[in-house]
């Protein structure tokens, strides 16, 4: 577990994609950009017909700096995670997230009175929590411990891929001012690792003897699709690509969201997304450790052949392990975002958000306060956003066009990121094209006059 854990730690910065996986910024630009409605599905886009080309957005986030997880020493040319510098800036609970979205095509028609649309995406997350013990048993291991417990049971991990397909819609009500929308997705589940919940773990160290008292309850990692794609030697050549284009693990999700106009200037506006279970039957294998609770002495190794290995056996044979392939259950990680916009102008915006991810059935929300301007045939914004336990700010900016039919996007909550990494917690990035046809239909006349003249 410890090996595991201490990978996944390791692969979430090394890969640099990107717990909070809000998307602030790319939220901010709404009815501009139709993939939004993956985030607030009330969103109606301005123009009749839409048609998205294949974009990509990622997002890593993590409750410490970078440089509190790699550092070197004075005068030395390596770096090395130091797990004494990650002690020393843990919280009690700590998360380490990353989320990578690729929109394959998303295809949009307005009419009248709301809007359609049909997409489907590729999407992959991990996020791993973890108590404050577990660093310092990593840190020191059970030096600072002697006669006290180490409890690693707020350690979780829950890692999903899927691909999914679906369709939305959104209609405007009491003359314009109440938007509901809602998206149907079937999901196929892909490659998947969690723990069980409820699993825990303690570790006790005796201050008289020195000897260990190790329990443990709940002890399963689920998987699905791991063992394939680890042992793909094992499997015929097309199994790994036939698994990934169809498969037994499927489920309907729903996103549910609300839009109203409370004053002329004022919105507000709630949405929940991925709301689902998925079913996993296929390609599943559980690795399971019997409740139990053992004491370590220790072994005589002197004088003993491959002493590794004996220690190694002596642990493992205290302990009753074993493989199964279980069908299970798992929620998707919801997500909700509560937002208020005030309108200053028709060109002008102010907007206060709040997100929580749900994924560990938390409430531990991120904020952040926008404003957007409208000028010529650009929408730009920038973007302040707040979250803990670090007490990082960070600035975001977003950005579409309206050039032609071509529309170009990009928005990220953290634009400083480029000149010192080092200093924040998280990175995101939203781009893309999309081809946009029938704006001036839904326009005033005043409006379509104004666009012609820029």
């Known amino acids: 577990m410890k090996k595991l854990l201490l990978t996944t730690a390791l692969l ?24 939004t409605q993956s985030l607030q599905p009330a969103f109606i886009p ?41 002690l020393a800036a843990s919280a009690e609970i700590n998360t380490i997230s990353t989320d ?22 590729a999407r992959a997350s991990i996020d791993l929590r973890y108590g404050k013990d577990l660093m310092e048993f ?22 999903n891929t899927y691909h999914e397909i679906g369709i939305g819609h959104a209609h405007k009500f009491l003359e314009d001012r109440l938007t509901v929308g809602a998206r149907v997705k079937m999901i196929t589940g892909l490659f998947h690792a969690s723990t069980a919940e409820g699993a825990s773990g303690t570790l006790y160290t ?15 990692i689920n998987t699905a ?51 689902g279970t998925i079913n996993w039957k296929e390609q599943v294998r559980n690795y399971n450790t019997a409740d139990t609770t053992v004491t370590i002495s220790g072994i005589q190794l002197r004088g003993l052949e491959n002493s590794s290995d004996s220690f190694k056996d002596s642990i493992q044979n205290k302990f009753r392990s074993n493989e199964t392939q279980k069908e299970f259950s798992t929620s998707l990680p919801m997500k909700t975002y509560l ?23 938390e409430i531990d929300p991120s904020f952040a306060v926008a404003y957007n301007h409208t000028v010529n045939k650009f929408t730009f914004g920038v973007l302040g ?70």
Do not use: C
Not at 13 to 26: H, L, T
Not at 139 to 155: F, K, Q
Not at 242 to 266: C, E, H, I, P, R
Not at 389 to 401: I, K, M, R, S, W
């Open 46 to 86: 301005k123009g009749t017909f839409t048609f998205g080309l294949p974009t990509a957005g990622f997002l890593a986030q993590s409750d410490f700096k970078l440089r509190d997880l790699i550092s070197k020493q004075s005068g030395d040319v390596n770096f090395e995670v130091n797990f004494d510098v990650m």
């Open 385 to 454: 956003s707040y979250r803990g336990p670090q007490n990082e700010v960070n600035l975001g900016l977003n950005l579409a066009t309206d050039i032609g039919p071509m529309q170009l996007y990009l928005a990220t909550d953290n634009m400083l990121i480029s000149n010192k990494p080092e200093q924040y917690s998280k990175m995101d990035f939203r781009f893309g094209l999309n081809l946009m046809f029938g704006y001036k239909k839904w326009s005033s006349k005043s409006d379509a006059v104004d666009l012609d003249s820029l």
């Open 225 to 275: 699709g791991l063992d394939l794609l680890m042992n793909s030697d094992d499997y015929e050549s097309n199994a790994t690509s036939s698994y990934a284009m169809s498969n037994q693990n499927k489920t309907v999700a729903f996103d549910l969201g609300a839009k109203f106009k409370v004053l002329d200037w004022l919105t507000v506006e709630a949405a929940m997304n991925d709301i």
């Open 100 to 121: 990578v979205t690729a929109n394959l095509f998303h295809v949009g028609y307005k009419t009248k009175n709301g809007a359609y649309s049909l997409f489907a995406n």
């Open 206 to 220: 005796n201050e008289i003897d020195n000897s260990w008292r190790v329990s443990l309850q709940n002890a399963t």
């Open 339 to 361: 937002a208020a916009s005030l309108f200053l102008t028709s060109r002008d915006k102010f907007t206060v958000i709040a997100f929580n991810n749900h994924v560990f059935k």
């Open 12 to 35: 979430v910065f090394a890969i640099q994609f990107s717990y909070s996986q809000a998307y602030f910024s790319y939220f901010q630009l709404r009815e501009l950009v139709p993939q």
């Open 138 to 159: 990593l840190a020191n291991g059970n030096s600072n411990r002697i006669g006290a417990e180490i409890n690693l049971s707020d350690t979780r991990i829950f890692a």
